[in-house]
């Protein structure tokens, strides 16, 4: 089986692609196209930096509820 990522530019293109695909009895499901937003990705991004540069505080289990 194969996976197939269309992506329609208009309304009338995902009602198309849909009844094709209903009339040859292939399933299909929609997501939704919503990424994170950039500015978020930015943060991790440069958390992740921070974390392989050795920028972070270490906390044990234990003193977590301190």
Do not use: C
């Amino acid at each position: 089986m194969e996976t197939f990522i269309v992506h329609p530019e208009n309304k009338a293109q995902a009602n198309a692609i849909k009844a094709v695909l209903k009339a040859m009895n292939i399933s299909f499901e929609k997501t939704s196209g919503k990424t994170y937003d950039p500015s978020f990705v930015k943060k991790i991004k440069k958390s992740e930096e921070e974390f392989r540069n050795g920028q972070f505080k270490s906390i044990k289990t234990e003193d977590l509820w301190k």
